[in-house]
């Protein structure tokens, strides 16, 4: 259903667009985000120069500023370090290239290579100097059998090798990633690899370390490290006409010195505060929120908008502020935060928790709208609604004379930023319209989104945060024990109330997620399911994933796509690294939960 359509429905749903009964007499009436409003700010976050809204990226920066300047504009008191509307979160650390980086040739014909133009140091290279003579290894492609073995006879013991870009034409099986070249470098006793490459990477991009000094060449800078007769276009040539290893010591001496230095990486939450009307009660908050951060690019160029994940959430989260800034406020503060970094394991939501504007211990409760956008049915889940006393009377009576067919969970936990506010002691209800298989994909895209189902959404929302906001009694805080394998793992996230979504029971099942969403090479491990067969085969947090079942895997989806093609039962062989140093083991896949 387009988005015309969608609209026209929510005009045609009078009765979401009433206005509701208020808690105090000096309150004005909070009537329901229009749709109108809710796809302009969901058409804003979508558009082109978001960029797919990744944190620490200009996109996610835009996304915030955008989300910022709307709070501001409603009058909101920022909520935000010093005076802002930002909480800086921090979500990673990068690489900056450092003084005394340098690639050169020496010798009698000594050259200096210019840095970002002819060479650039790998971000996970180690930090170090090396002198040695060049070695050219063809490909430095190993296969697994090693019936095919570029290493075979040359020594690269102590000295620098270099290898071409990709793998032997004769053997389109064998293309073997960056990081499995320079595995195979190190076991060869090599101390440093330079790799050619047309278009030279960026640290980020190269960031998973090996414990080995390395770097990309371009083909003319490689030349310049080879004998004067020899060239790195007509040796593709050769290989390709050979079909065989052609590795040869080159006579020339290089010397490379990489000088990395750490930089951290920022993201920010958005925080905008309603402050309270009684002063009986303004001290204690409401928290709604959901997070605005989102996958930003693919390898290929490929923008994941995330108009379900989650621009939907967020406009929902503005138009609700708009509704009771509208209004004139509740008895308690209202705090609106939209999160940062909720796809690299919901940094945002617990750095709030550590250093919230409103006291944790004053915060009754906190609603979170993550993927509302795709409303079927009248079918909206509702869960946490046992994580507080009285919350499931007052999500109960929310819903009563509404166009839905809620579902309602008991358990707060599920991955998504709600659950540290749970963990930290403050009752937690979790608006969710579902799974569905366009999750974690560039096709999740605005006409796909229900305009109209958002605007119901919205509805429960509003009348939740009225009574919560205006109750005289605040919901106790219940402790309730975790769900066993409410995890993310492969293929979708944990999502829906008391259970995974997106991905088919029964599929094949590693058992690990990825730490972030990030750009460089291998999968950054992060947690790992207990009693799975990667717990099983002793893979840790902190492991980069390096090949799977024979495949390179060099970002999530390729371990999906891996994935999908093997069988609960399977057992595969796994290659990773840890503190940068490789291991390999067998793994047996289980099935999802």
Known sequence: ???????????????LLVLFSVWTAAQAAVVVPRAEELAADLAALTAPGMEGRASGTPGGERAARYIADRLGALGLRPGGDGGTFFQWVVIGSTRRVGAGTALERVGPTARAL?????????????????????????????????????????????????ALDGGPPHLPELRPSRLEKLIAARRQGARALLLVSDTLPTLGATGAPVGLASASVTPAAADT????AKKTADLTRMLAGSRSPAGFATGVIARLRVALEQQERRAPNVVGILPGTDPSRASEAVVIGGHYDHLGRGRAGEVYVGADDNASGTSVVLGLARAFAAAGGTPRTVVFVLFGGEELGLLGSDHYVRQPPVPVERTIAMLNFDMVGRLREGKLSIGGVESGAGLRTV????VEGLPLSPTLGDSPFAFSDHTRFYTAGIPTLFFHT????????????????????MVEVAAVGARVIERLAGDTVRPAYVTLQAPERKRRGEGAAARAPGGLSGTPAGVAFLGISPDREEE???????????????????????????????????????????????RPGDTVTVVYLRDGHDQSTTVTLGARP
């Open 1 to 15: 259903m387009s988005l015309g359509r969608r609209h026209g429905r929510a005009l045609a749903a009078g009765v």
């Open 520 to 566: 460089s090479d291998g999968l950054l491990l992060g947690s790992i399911v207990p009693d799975s067969g990667a717990a099983r085969a002793g893979m840790r947090r902190g492991d980069v994933l390096v090949r799977l079942a024979d495949v390179p895997v060099n970002s999530f989806q390729d371990l999906t796509r891996t994935l999908a093609q093997k």
């Open 114 to 162: 210019e840095i970002e133009r002819e060479w650039m140091p790998h971000g996970g290279s180690a930090s170090s100097e090396v002198t040695g003579e060049v070695v050219f290894v063809g490909f430095g492609a190993v296969s697994g059998s090693g019936a095919y073995d570029d290493y075979s006879g040359v020594d690269v013991k102590g000295k620098i090798a270099l």
């Open 395 to 398: 999500v109960t009576k929310a």
């Open 434 to 453: 579902g799974g569905h298989d366009d999750y974690h994909r560039p096709t999740d895209t605005p006409e796909k989104i229900n305009v109209a189902g």
């Open 225 to 228: 490290l080879l004998p004067p």
